[in-house]
T-cell receptor, first 112, second 117 residues
Framework: NAGVTQTPKFQVLKTGQSMTLQCAQD?????MYWYRQDPGMGLRLIYY???????DKGEVPNGYNVSRLNKREFSLRLESAAPSQTSVYFC???????????FGNGTRLTVT | AQSVTQPDIHITVSEGASLELRCNYS??????LFWYVQSPGQGLQLLLK??????LVQGIKGFEAEFKRSQSSFNLRKPSVHWSDAAEYFC???????????????FGKGTKLSVIP
């Protein structure tokens, strides 16, 4: 049972480059989330999708876009990467928005 | 501002000693409460949750937490710590800011636990 799968695990970008982080879950969960984790800041919500077909901004959405491709997949796109976006990104899913989260293992992104 | 506070950034305990990690929240209604654990290089794993009912909840790995409404706290405890418990622990709160069925999950900034053999 894979749970939540994120790709890639590591990525290095130059300032201004774009990339998409992929996330897929096989638990038939309705809600999916993207967080970033920075030292001393805990986890901050970037975007979430309460259900297929909907997306909403979280605490730190600027510089990011998301797509809920289908019930399984929720991607995060950086259109023009900036050094401030250097972080570890976690995808998570839950049955509903007030249910416990299941996390992927993270993507470590460095923007130079 | 509404928030989740974990006052201790880093705690060190000896193996076999008891542990208490503190968590306070500042939301008006009784929220849903969670504790997650993160081992190095891993995602977060749910330890336990409180939705309603008995205010003392049991979780995995021998952890428990007690919800105290009067103190707006949800502290995590373990009677005897094992070296494998060394990790970072996050308290999280689901709350309903607008009261219209729109829920948000907010994490505390985490407490890193070190265990001395």
């Amino acid at each position: 049972n894979a749970g939540v799968t994120q790709t890639p695990k590591f990525q290095v970008l130059k300032t201004g480059q774009s990339m998409t982080l992929q996330c897929a879950q096989d638990m038939n969960h309705n809600s999916m989330y993207w967080y970033r984790q920075d030292p001393g800041m805990g986890l901050r919500l970037i975007y979430y999708s309460a259900s297929e077909g909907t997306t909403d901004k979280g605490e730190v959405p600027n510089g990011y876009n998301v797509s809920r491709l289908n019930k399984r997949e929720f991607s995060l796109r950086l259109e023009s990467a900036a050094p401030s976006q250097t972080s570890v990104y976690f995808c998570a899913s839950s049955e509903e928005v007030n249910s416990p989260l299941h996390f992927g293992n993270g993507t470590r992104l460095t923007v130079t | 501002a509404q928030s989740v506070t974990q006052p201790d950034i880093h705690i060190t305990v000896s193996e076999g000693a008891s542990l208490e990690l503190r968590c306070n929240y500042s939301y008006g209604a009784t929220p849903y409460l969670f504790w997650y654990v993160q081992s190095p290089g891993q995602g977060l794993q749910l330890l336990l949750k409180y939705f309603s009912g008995d205010t003392l909840v049991q979780g995995i790995k021998g952890f428990e937490a007690e919800f105290k409404r009067s103190q707006s706290s949800f502290n995590l405890r373990k009677p005897s710590v094992h070296w494998s418990d060394a990790a970072e622990y996050f308290c999280a709160v689901v709350h309903e800011p607008s009261g219209a069925g729109s829920y948000q999950l907010t994490f505390g900034k985490g407490t890193k636990l070190s265990v001395i053999p």
